[in-house]
């Protein structure tokens, strides 16, 4: 039987209650992954509707327009075959939660909320959401959705998909920094791939961070680690930067850009599940996570001649391109979605201004290249401002 699997991870540059345009990312970046042989799609948190929506959360609305999209991503045929994983809030028994939602071919597989909030420095989650304490649950899904998926409830709570091949894991951006990460007890119950769905935001050298922590959590028991990330300003005060990767075994082996003006990053892997078993040796331990079958593999029998992806070196930005880029890009998202014509660049010979003068020439660079290599979008905005 085959043990090698495609898995696929992006970053989007998803906007605050876009509905529209933040499910059109999504299926591209979905129709990316199908096309690169991948069997698994990660994306970013909260991305159906933008994870800085702040007190938009507590309206009604914004929780009906994701389920809509959601309705939209069930019904489109470029969701089959393929297990989608994709970040929207939902309400149960009456508290908001920050979710992931797991579904294959029109069925709606898992339900995952966070259960670690993120409350510290730029983060509020705590002021929109609950962090989910219990263990499974049924979830009556709404009468839109069970009109696609035939389905009346899906499980909700800290569970793991099974397939036939393998076993599926999930945490969500805070989970990885906190000292009692799920992927510790998933991992010693077999779980050998543990994915991230993230909303994290730039701030100096924390790319690193992160890195470094995927690393450690893989070194420690083994596994694949798929890391997906929410890009640019998507309205707020912050710029996210990106950096999806994918890990095994303490070692990078793909490598998402942190600061780039694509609103589409896919980057997949082909890796040997093989490969985590035999680094992981007796440390599993039996029968501590609850597991939801699946009838689908993401391996395929014939897969003995099929490449693995081989560790990288992970290329770091010096401190000084972080300080040009990050802000760079964060202006030209402010700009094309504050729907002006330009800067008003006031130069008084000083450090401040002169500064912002080699921030908005490091943003004028960028631009000039993400048009040279054919980026449509940014062309496209370029000429509207």
Same mark, same amino acid.
């Given at each position: 039987?085959?043990?090698?699997?495609?898995?696929?991870?992006?970053?989007?540059?998803?906007?605050?209650?876009?509905?529209?345009?933040?499910?059109?990312?999504?299926?591209?970046?979905?129709?990316?992954?199908?096309?690169?042989?991948?069997?698994?799609?990660?994306?970013?948190?909260?991305?159906?509707?933008?994870?800085?929506?702040?007190?938009?959360?507590?309206?009604?609305?914004?929780?009906?327009?994701?389920?809509?999209?959601?309705?939209?991503?069930?019904?489109?045929?470029?969701?089959?075959?393929?297990?989608?994983?994709?970040?929207?809030?939902?309400?149960?028994?009456?508290?908001?939660?920050?979710?992931?939602?797991?579904?294959?071919? +029109?069925?709606?597989?898992?339900?995952?909320?966070?259960?670690?909030?993120?409350?510290?420095?730029?983060?509020?989650?705590?002021?929109?959401?609950?962090?989910?304490?219990?263990?499974?649950?049924?979830?009556?899904?709404?009468?839109?959705?069970?009109?696609?998926?035939?389905?009346?409830?899906?499980?909700?709570?800290?569970?793991?998909?099974?397939?036939?091949?393998?076993?599926?894991? =999930?945490?969500?951006?805070?989970?990885?920094?906190?000292?009692?990460?799920?992927?510790?007890?998933?991992?010693?119950?077999?779980?050998?791939?543990?994915?991230?769905?993230?909303?994290?935001?730039?701030?100096?050298? +924390?790319?690193?961070?992160?890195?470094?922590?995927?690393?450690?959590?893989?070194? +420690?028991?083994?596994?694949?680690?798929?890391?997906?990330?929410?890009?640019?300003?998507?309205?707020?005060?912050?710029?996210?930067?990106?950096?999806?990767?994918?890990?095994?075994?303490?070692?990078?082996?793909?490598?998402?850009?942190?600061?780039?003006?694509?609103?589409?990053?896919?980057?997949?892997?082909?890796?040997?599940?093989?490969?985590?078993?035999?680094?992981?040796?007796?440390?599993?331990?039996?029968?501590?996570?609850?597991?939801?079958?699946?009838?689908?593999?993401?391996?395929?029998?014939?897969?003995?001649?099929?490449? =693995?992806?081989?560790?990288?070196?992970?290329?770091?930005?010096?401190?000084?391109?972080?300080?040009?880029?990050?802000?760079?890009?964060?202006?030209?998202?402010?700009?094309?979605?504050?729907?002006?014509?330009?800067?008003?660049?006031?130069?008084?010979?000083?450090?401040?201004?002169?500064?912002?003068?080699?921030?908005?020439?490091?943003?004028?660079?960028?631009?000039?290249?993400?048009?040279?290599?054919?980026?449509?979008?940014?062309?496209?905005?370029?000429?509207?401002?």
């Amino acid at each position: 039987m085959g043990r090698k699997v495609t898995l696929a991870t992006c970053s989007l540059n998803q906007w605050a209650l876009d509905f529209e345009g933040n499910s059109e990312r999504i299926l591209k970046s979905i129709e990316l992954a199908k096309a690169q042989g991948a069997k698994y799609r990660l994306g970013p948190e909260l991305e159906i509707c933008g994870y800085g929506c702040a007190d938009h959360f507590y309206e009604s609305d914004t929780l009906l327009h994701c389920f809509q999209v959601l309705k939209k991503l069930l019904e489109s045929p470029i969701t089959q075959d393929i297990i989608c994983d994709v970040g929207m809030p939902i309400m149960h028994h009456n508290v908001r939660y920050n979710c992931r939602v797991l579904f294959l071919n +029109k069925k709606i597989l898992l339900i995952r909320p966070k259960m670690m909030m993120a409350n510290h420095g730029n983060y509020r989650e705590l002021r929109w959401f609950s962090p989910w304490n219990q263990n499974v649950e049924e979830y009556f899904l709404p009468r839109m959705i069970q009109d696609v998926t035939g389905q009346d409830t899906v499980p909700f709570g800290d569970c793991v998909l099974s397939t036939k091949d393998t076993c599926i894991g =999930t945490e969500l951006c805070e989970e990885l920094w906190n000292p009692r990460s799920p992927h510790i007890q998933m991992g010693l119950d077999g779980v050998e791939i543990f994915t991230n769905s993230s909303a994290s935001h730039h701030e100096l050298r +924390k790319a690193d961070q992160r890195v470094n922590l995927v690393k450690s959590a893989t070194t +420690k028991s083994g596994g694949i680690y798929l890391y997906a990330n929410q890009r640019g300003c998507d309205g707020d005060r912050v710029y996210y930067d990106g950096c999806a990767l994918v890990a095994i075994n303490g070692d990078i082996v793909a490598q998402g850009a942190q600061f780039s003006l694509n609103d589409v990053e896919v980057i997949t892997a082909t890796l040997d599940l093989e490969d985590v078993r035999s680094y992981r040796g007796e440390i599993c331990q039996p029968n501590m996570v609850r597991q939801v079958k699946v009838d689908f593999s993401l391996s395929t029998v014939d897969d003995i001649y099929l490449p =693995t992806h081989q560790p990288i070196t992970w290329q770091f930005h010096t401190a000084e391109e972080e300080i040009s880029l990050g802000p760079a890009c964060w202006l030209w998202d402010y700009l094309r979605r504050s729907g002006q014509a330009g800067f008003l660049l006031p130069l008084s010979g000083g450090v401040d201004s002169s500064s912002t003068a080699c921030i908005v020439h490091s943003m004028c660079v960028l631009l000039c290249q993400a048009v040279e290599d054919g980026n449509i979008q940014a062309l496209e905005d370029v000429r509207r401002v």
